[in-house]
Structures are given as C-alpha cells and as structure tokens.
C-alpha cells in the first residue's frame, strides 16, 4: 500500500523559512518523480517543484530561487525547502508521486500540511 505523509508545516512571519517533510513506503520510491503541490482556498491546484528519479529539478516561477525540493531515495523522503516566504504562499502543501503505473500524471498523494505566512 502506497503510503505518503507530509510534516513540517506551520505558521511563520513572512521572510521566514519552513521545511516540508514527506515520508513514502509501499512502492519503489527511487524510480517514481515526486512533486510538491499546494492549493490555496478559492484557487486551483498548483505544482510547486518537482523532482525526477535522476535528481532534475523544475520549479513554479513563482518560487524559483527561494524554494529548494530534494529527495533522499534510501530513506525514502522528498522534502521543500521554503525560504524567503511570502504571504502568497499560504497554503495547503501536499507531495505526489508519479509512476509507470500511474495513468496521466501523479496518482499518490499525501493528506497535505497546512502552511501560513503572516505579516
């Protein structure tokens, strides 16, 4: 059973840093892309970074050079770097992964963690 679960978010004052954590089991991790997304209320779904089996790395325009996505493959574990943030980043942050099983992009997804940057 595909298992992913997120952990690190928070409140923090804008400028500050959080590091989002997202822990996975039941499949072959180190093969799969990882993504971390997050949806804000009212708006849609985005893709904030995502991270390929072989380490290559995209990111939102939106957080270029102030988000970081790393992935540890023995351990299992993606994680986000968040620094600089804005309050525009307020959101719910979910990581996903996407296999050769998986039909049309990223088809596990994780319960989210909340993240909210005050001024």
């Known amino acids: 059973q595909v298992q992913l679960v997120e952990s690190g978010g928070g409140s923090v004052q804008a400028g500050g840093s959080l590091r989002l954590s997202c822990e996975t089991s039941g499949y072959a991790y180190s093969g799969y892309w990882m993504g971390w997304f997050r949806q804000a209320p009212g708006k849609e779904r985005e893709e904030v970074a995502r991270i390929r089996s072989a380490g290559s790395t995209n990111y939102a325009d939106s957080v270029k050079g102030r988000f970081t996505i790393s992935r540890d493959n023995p351990e299992n574990t993606l994680w986000l770097q968040m620094n600089s943030l804005k309050i525009e980043d307020t959101a719910m942050y979910y990581c996903?992964?996407?296999?050769?099983?998986?039909?049309?992009?990223?088809?596990?997804w994780g319960q989210g963690t909340q993240v909210t940057v005050s001024s």
């Open positions: 996903a992964a996407e296999g050769p099983e998986c039909i049309g992009g990223y088809c596990y």
